[in-house]
């Protein structure tokens, strides 16, 4: 009876990379506890730690449900790499969700992103929901609180930083939630072009049709994903503020803390600095937004795929120049 039970429910593969994180138990708990059917959720999770296979790991309830693979930080390349190391954990599950390992979750969380993800099918074939997610925070009294406890009716629509610009040498960017209200209120999802790499969520096979490359390293992995995914048939949809059932740590930007894979300490440790690892992964997405480049399963078929993203991300990748942000 249960295994029949169980065959109702479409599975969740929900990949999580983690670096030295503080916050992944409290991550994997309140993923599971806060599913309505926390038997479909399935984790391929990549701890990049110090104290691998933890002793809350090999107790936790769903431990059956959680493919482990831990690696000594020192020898981590990033989180492209961490990412790709991921997703080869999938294991032909209905749906993918990818989450930061510092994500809290609304109740019921799994039904509400499968059953957007449903609606949306009706206009798209491939519909890929992703955005920055809401924040939360830890109060005084060390509980996790939602930044903003009300949630608005905004779609969070990433755009480009109007500060970050291209160069003729460097395809990297920068971009930004840009909270947009649309009517009529009907309207839950706006069509975007940009994937937000800490919350992303669509078919499993997503995995084997836009895999990680493990060659990049921190900046340029959403560019990646965005267009590559462009190339084969997914459209990115961005959610209304109060339809993202799942909430980020952020951290204070320009803020050194020890739980960055750049960090001085750590990197003086290794014998592959992150500068190194860097100026490849900004070459890596140079070429890729160069015509003619031969990525491999890492790139995209044909120049014209590339033009086609421009055009709908109204960034000028070919000539090298950005069409200014519009303000809302």
């Not at 890929?128 to 903003?148: C, K, M, W």
């Not at 992964?281 to 015509?291: K, W």
């Amino acid at each position: 009876m249960q295994a029949n039970s169980l065959q109702k429910f479409p599975t969740i593969f929900v990949s999580v990379a983690a670096y030295c994180e503080s916050h992944l138990q409290l991550t994997i708990h309140h993923l599971f506890s806060q599913a309505k059917h926390p038997q479909r959720i399935f984790v391929g999770l990549v701890d990049q730690s110090e104290n691998l296979n933890p002793d809350w790991l090999q107790q936790f309830p769903a431990r059956k449900n959680i493919n482990y693979v831990g690696l000594s930080p020192i020898d981590s390349r990033g989180v492209s790499w961490a990412r790709s190391i991921a997703f080869s954990l999938y294991n032909d599950q209905d749906y993918l969700l990818q989450i930061d390992s510092h994500t809290l979750f609304d109740q019921g969380w799994d039904e509400l992103l499968i059953e957007q993800f449903k609606q949306l099918k009706n206009s798209h074939p491939k519909p890929l929901i992703s955005t920055y997610p809401p924040g939360f925070r830890f109060d005084s009294q060390g509980r996790a609180v939602a930044d903003e406890p009300l949630k608005s009716d905004e779609i969070f629509f990433i755009d480009r930083d109007p500060a970050s610009a291209l160069t003729a040498d460097r395809a990297v960017l920068q971009f930004r939630v840009v909270r947009k209200r649309v009517e009529p209120s009907e309207i839950t999802h706006l069509p975007g072009f940009h994937v937000g790499a800490c919350f992303l969520f669509t078919t499993g096979d997503f995995t084997q049709q836009v895999p990680y490359d493990p060659y990049l390293y921190f900046r340029g992995e959403e560019q990646s994903l965005s267009l590559r995914a462009h190339a084969k048939g997914y459209q990115v949809f961005h959610s209304r503020h109060n339809l993202i059932p799942l909430y980020h740590l952020y951290k204070e930007v320009g803020k050194a803390y020890e739980g960055q894979h750049w960090h001085p300490d750590m990197d003086a440790k290794r014998h592959t600095p992150f500068g190194w690892l860097q100026q490849r992964s900004n070459e890596r997405i140079n070429a890729l937004f160069t015509p003619g480049s031969d990525l491999g399963a890492y790139g995209i078929d044909s120049p014209a795929q590339l033009e086609s993203f421009c055009k709908l991300s109204g960034i000028d990748y070919l000539g090298r120049t950005t069409v200014p942000v519009k303000s809302d």
